[in-house]
């Protein structure tokens, strides 16, 4: 499958932004979700996720009650609303999916449990 995210940009703290991850080739309702961050030099880090059967969802801590994390299976696609957002949460921002192995309720947060990765998207906040 392959991942393409978009709506990354620029804006003010306090603001937000929606994020969106499309796949081709496959269906995403098949497929484990999440959302990961990355700053340079920095590892790549959960955000959020849900389990292959789409019944739960799991944040870091740091963007709990602020993300939300959701799927659209009409249009394919997984979302991550973003809001009040702090200078801190200034990263690239990856979607990724895990095929349908393992546990269907599980919320893997490893990035190493997903296998296969989009192209990443800036989203920077200014204080």
């Known amino acids: 499958v392959q991942l393409q995210a978009s709506g990354g940009g620029m804006v003010q703290a306090g603001g937000s932004v929606r994020l969106s991850c499309e796949a081709s080739?496959?269906?995403?309702?098949?497929?484990?979700m999440g959302w990961f961050r990355q700053t340079p030099g920095m590892e790549r880090d959960f955000v959020a996720a849900?389990?292959?059967?789409?019944?739960?969802?799991f944040y870091a801590d740091s963007v709990k009650g602020r993300f939300t994390i959701s799927r659209d299976n009409t249009n394919n696609l997984v979302s991550l609303q973003m809001n009040n957002l702090k200078p801190e949460d200034t990263a690239v921002y990856f979607c990724?999916?895990?095929?349908?192995?393992?546990?269907?309720?599980?919320?893997?947060?490893?990035?190493?449990?997903?296998?296969?990765w989009g192209q990443g998207t800036q989203v920077t906040v200014s204080s």
């Open positions: 080739g496959r269906t995403l309702s098949n497929y484990a």
């Open positions: 849900f389990s292959w059967s789409g019944t739960n969802s």
């Open positions: 990724a999916a895990r095929g349908t192995y393992g546990s269907s309720s599980y919320v893997y947060t490893g990035r190493r449990n997903y296998d296969y």
